[in-house]
């Protein structure tokens, strides 16, 4: 392990590395939210973030920090930091990362994402066992990309997942996985997990909608989405 810089007689630490601290504390605090706003149950789902540390661990560069398997977010902190390199060998950490690794590998080597969240949660994991993609009963689905594909099942913590989800994910920042839940990307944690929170509504209201007897939900169209994602390009303050 690399010499730390501040105390050049003990190896490098991640707890003493900003960046990677910051992260991390992020990232924990991210978990914890799925599970506080209902979107997992128990040790499900999984969080992470690509990081450049201050000074790479072993020439590694960038990291993915992510979050532990079997682990309640409750009882992590700074000493559980749990990181791998992009080719997925291990850099920091004793914990075992999720077995849902491959998935975030997959997502951090085809795009620009930065973070990603992966949930269980309850409407959008109803609606991926009904729909190939989400109808499109609200504008907010342009700022997902458009219509969020389902991808097919898989066994979870499979490359053949990770490769589903990269498909599903094309040209988009959400999609839902078959009998399994959700997962959303973005520049920053906060990003995401917004996403998750946006996706979840989105299917809790088009399930709402379509159990109303003799009424079927209406859509918006190709154009509509479109009108709607140029107008969300210039929406929040600006510098915000």
Same mark, same amino acid.
């Given at each position: ?12 630490? =991640?707890?003493? /590395? ?7 504390? /992020?990232?924990?605090e991210? !978990?914890?939210?799925t ?8 040790? $499900? ?5 690509r990081?450049?540390?201050?000074? =790479?661990?072993?020439?590694t ?25 992009? /080719? ?20 951090y ?18 609606? $991926?066992t ?12 342009? !700022? ?13 913590? $499979? ?11 094309? /040209?988009?920042t !959400?999609? *839902? ?21 946006? *996706? ?10 379509? $159990? ?12 509509? *989405? ?11 303050? =600006?510098?915000?």
């Open positions: 392990m690399e010499k730390n810089r501040a105390h050049p007689g003990r190896p490098w630490r =991640p707890q003493e /590395d900003q960046a990677v601290a910051h992260a991390w504390h /992020d990232l924990v991210t !978990a914890r939210a599970v506080r706003d209902g979107l997992v149950v128990g040790t $499900s789902g999984n969080v992470s973030v990081v450049t540390p201050d000074r =790479p661990a072993g020439g560069g960038d990291l993915v920090l992510i979050t532990p398997t079997g682990v309640p977010y409750d009882r992590l902190g700074p000493e559980d930091t749990v990181a791998v390199g992009l /080719d997925g060998r291990q850099v920091l950490g004793t914990l075992k990362p999720t077995s849902e690794l491959p998935l975030h590998l997959a997502v080597r085809t795009g620009t994402a930065r973070a990603v969240v992966h949930t269980h949660a309850p409407h959008a994991t109803a609606v $991926s009904l729909v190939d993609t989400l109808p499109p009963v609200h504008y907010m689905a342009a !700022a997902l990309g458009g219509p969020v594909r389902t991808a097919p099942y898989a066994l979870y913590g $499979s490359q053949e997942l990770a490769g589903h989800l990269v498909e599903a994910l094309r /040209d988009r !959400a999609c *839902l996985l078959r009998n399994h839940g959700t997962v959303t990307t973005g520049d920053t944690l906060t990003q995401a997990l917004d996403r998750t929170a946006q *996706l979840e509504w989105m299917c809790r209201v088009w399930l709402l909608a379509r $159990s109303v007897p003799g009424h079927t939900p209406s859509l918006l169209d190709a154009g509509q *989405l479109d009108a709607a994602a140029e107008r969300l390009r210039g929406y929040g303050q =600006p510098g915000g």
